[in-house]
Nanobody, 127 residues
Framework: QVHLVESGGGSVQAGGSLRLSCTAS?????MAWFRQAPGKGREGVAA??????ASYADSVKGRFNISQDNPKTLYLQMNSLKPEDTAMYSC?????????????????????????WGQGTQVTVSS
């Protein structure tokens, strides 16, 4: 069983930046960041596969960047943060695709098709 550990959350003023990290206990094919604000549903933020193909939610395009420096470590660089970015951010991971649909990382992000989830790290953006 793969274990994920997130770090890097915190409090920042609007316009500021934060960098989240997620470390997996073993290799994963794809990884992603999701977030959930109080009273709201879970939202896929960004995802990346082992080929470096990435997908982003429209709400964070141009502000957030997902990256890996090895197959077990995931980052989310968040710039120009807004109060509406306040949420619990969770890392997720999964193995190779089992269907044509899950082969597209954007589909996995939209459907939250990931089998392993971390505990989350809080991000709070004040105005």
């Amino acid at each position: 069983q793969v274990h994920l550990v997130e770090s890097g959350g915190g409090s920042v003023q609007a316009g500021g930046s934060l960098r989240l990290s997620c470390t997996a206990s073993e290799y994963t094919y794809c990884m992603a960041w999701f977030r959930q604000a109080p009273g709201k549903g879970r939202e896929g933020v960004a995802a990346i596969d082992s080929f470096g193909r990435a997908s982003y939610a429209d709400s964070v395009k141009g502000r957030f960047n997902i990256s890996q420096d090895n197959p077990k470590t995931l980052y989310l660089q968040m710039n120009s943060l807004k109060p509406e970015d306040t949420a619990m951010y969770s890392c997720a991971a999964d193995g190779p695709p089992t269907s044509a649909q899950s082969a597209r990382i954007s589909n996995r992000l939209k459907t939250a098709n990931f089998g392993v989830w971390g505990q989350g790290t809080q991000v709070t953006v004040s105005s």
